[in-house]
């Protein structure tokens, strides 16, 4: 099950930082990681993609590679989040197994997100919610999308894009089940205290 704080990786060549940082947003609660890098320097894709599944099996979290089904193959992580260009859930399922993550970017598109739970996928991502330094291009996603998906879909529902600990609240009263985080998360001048706060969020959303 997909839920909490989703940390998704800054990218960088130093594997050192990397670890170091993930291993802080673990320490504050987050619960799920994906590695993302767009680098296509595939030595270090694998290397850093290789070291993170360490660290988080050591932490009982789920790693997920973003785009590349081969690598999350080649590594044996936990899944992959495929986005309009990366395949589809059948095919992952087909390399991965059926014991793996499949999560699909659905942008603004609840037909989308239909689509991809009918396939079986195991958890959906909408956005961008918020205006995003990774994606400044991104078209936005309104909000009450989440209200129409959580009644509709019978899946996780990850809410990407500017999220910070200002507007994440709204997103999770409005039916996300988890939020994904890059700047807001890896920038904080304290990860783990800042990784803590967005997790303190879906603990206060269950007490209620």
Known sequence: MIGGLYAITRETDDSARLLSEVEAALRGGAAVVQYRDKSGDVARQHEQASELLAL???????????????????????GVHLGSDDGGVR???????????????????????????????????????FASATKPSAPRADITLLQHASRVLHLPI??????????????????????????????????????????DFFIAETED
């Open 91 to 129: 095919e992952a399922r087909i390399v991965l197994g059926a014991d793996k993550i499949i999560g699909v970017s659905c942008y603004q598109s609840l037909d989308l997100a239909v689509a991809a739970q009918a396939a079986g996928a195991d958890y959906v991502a909408f956005g961008s919610f």
């Open 56 to 78: 988080c099996r050591r932490h009982r979290v789920p790693l997920i590679i973003n785009d590349s089904l081969r690598l999350a193959d080649l590594v044996g992580a936990d």
């Open 158 to 199: 990850v809410a990407i894009g500017g999220i910070t600990p200002d507007n994440a609240e709204s997103l999770i009263e409005t039916g996300a089940d988890a939020i994904a985080v890059i700047n807001a998360l890896f920038e904080a001048a304290d990860i783990e205290a800042r990784a803590r706060c967005f997790a």
